[in-house]
């Protein structure tokens, strides 16, 4: 296979088992939010047995491409089963299509998907909504359906095809990052699938580590081999499926680490100068700090390296009797993604009557968060005390950490 032709084509898995997807170099931001500097890929996989089975589609402006994909394997209109792990639209896209192509085809997904599919396209296919570890027969291979709930939605299920021991396992283990051709573990460089799967899960499952953790669990007890893991973005695992399963576990595990991540903002360089003696103490206390100036370090990021930190450290301008807007933002991120509770260690200044901190500490503190002491405030420059301040906060985020 030629790089120069792979990119619209298929690619072989094992007997029967082919990779169909598409690669999207155009969208700028997934979910309009997140960043895509590599792009993303929508994974569809075609099952071709006695019957035929697509698990997948793509989002609506590939579909197109997805059909020719299809179309050297097998004519999309012997299609028996269309499988929707999933309802977002990045894998339900090219539904209607398809729908019209394969007309006698039979749509499996959960009860709660079929909801969702009649208000999103009701394309008019036969329906079979499969209950949780339901099989279904393709001839010599078999699907079975495994709910994973809120791994990314409510109606999500992942799908094991026996026999090949393949795990579809929808948004569970996928990655941002086009794939160009290189389907599989072996043929990426996996610093960049680390990163990028990291980043991933960070950004778009934050709010369900919970669910990611009984996914595996799941998983793990189905008592079943695993020689493929093949997620709805990103590389199919074949050479190391457990280094997936278990990076997402230790990503989405509620044991913290014990790095600090100081998140600032800073108009004038006040806070910036705080920031960077804050830093600087707890570097020399040996804490792993991560630091992000809140106007350019861009919210993914910020919130990847702040999910898991140990201590949160948030600075802030007082503007206009509030904390820093983007600052603001942030926090309102914490609680929409459902950050778990930690301490958090708060600095600011002011110019005349201040807020930006105090609002912010009313803030966490209702919403839970342990705020730890001392609250430096400061006019612009600190004073002899407030620099005594740094260094107290510093030692006292340091004791919790290491
Ligand atoms: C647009 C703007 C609005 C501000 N609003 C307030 C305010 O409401 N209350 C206050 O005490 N200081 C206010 N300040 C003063 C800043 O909080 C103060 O200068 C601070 O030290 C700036 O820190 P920085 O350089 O890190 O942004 C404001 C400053 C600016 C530029
Ligand atoms: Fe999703
Ligand atoms: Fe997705």
Redesign the pocket.
């Known amino acids: 296979m030629h790089l120069e032709e792979t990119e619209t084509m298929h690619r072989k898995i094992t007997d029967g088992v082919y990779y169909v997807g598409v690669d999207d170099h155009h969208t700028a931001l997934f979910e309009n939010l997140w960043p895509l500097p590599f792009g993303v890929s929508y994974n569809s996989y075609l099952v071709v047995d006695d019957k035929i089975a697509v698990i997948d589609t793509v989002k609506n402006i590939f579909t197109q491409e997805w059909l020719d994909n299809i179309r050297e394997i097998v004519d999309p209109e012997k299609i028996d089963y269309i499988v929707l792990n999933h309802m977002e639209p990045d894998h339900t896209g090219a539904l209607p299509k398809i729908a019209e192509l394969a007309k006698n085809a039979t749509i499996v997904f959960t009860q709660k998907a079929a909801g969702m599919e009649e208000s999103f396209y009701n394309v008019g296919l036969k329906t079979k909504v499969v209950e949780d570890l339901e099989e279904l027969s393709l001839g010599k291979k078999t699907l079975k359906f495994v709910h994973v709930q809120f791994v990314h939605w409510p109606e999500t299920m992942a799908t094991y095809l026996a026999e090949d021991e393949v795990l579809f396992s929808c948004d569970a283990f996928g990655s941002f990052g086009a794939l160009n051709g290189k389907h599989f573990d072996d043929e990426i460089d996996m610093r960049m699938i680390e990163s990028e799967s990291k980043r991933y899960l960070s950004t778009i499952i934050t709010s369900y580590f919970k669910f990611v953790q009984r996914a595996i669990e799941k998983v793990k007890g189905l008592g079943v081999g695993i020689k493929f893991i093949a997620p709805s973005h990103g590389p199919i695992y074949r050479k190391d499926p457990t280094w997936v399963i278990d990076h997402f576990d230790k990503w989405s595990s509620p044991e913290l680490d014990k790095h600090v991540t100081i998140i600032?903002?800073?108009?004038?360089?006040?806070?910036?100068?705080?920031a960077h003696t804050l830093k600087k103490e707890l570097v020399e206390l040996g804490v792993e700090v991560k630091i992000h100036n809140i106007s350019y370090s861009t919210m993914d990021n910020v919130i990847t390296d702040a999910v898991r930190a140990g201590v949160i450290v948030l600075?802030t301008?007082?503007?206009?009797?509030?904390p820093?807007p983007k600052i603001w933002a942030f926090v309102n991120e914490m609680e929409g993604k459902r950050f778990q509770k930690r301490p958090i260690a708060l600095f600011?200044?002011?110019?005349?009557?201040?807020?930006?901190v105090r609002k912010l500490k009313k803030y966490l503190e209702e919403n839970k968060f342990e705020i730890l002491e001392p609250n430096v405030r400061?006019?612009?420059t600190p004073t002899e005390e407030e620099r005594q301040a740094i260094k107290t906060l510093a030692k006292n985020i340091a004791e919790i950490v290491k």
Do not use: E, I, K, Q
């Not at 004038?268 to 705080?274: F, I, P, T």
């Not at 301008?317 to 509030?322: K, L, M, Q, S």
């Not at 600011?348 to 930006?356: D, R």
């Open positions: 600032f903002g800073s108009m004038y360089g006040y806070n910036l100068r705080l600075g301008p007082t503007y206009d009797a509030f820093f600011g200044t002011h110019g005349w009557g201040g807020g930006g400061c006019r612009a």
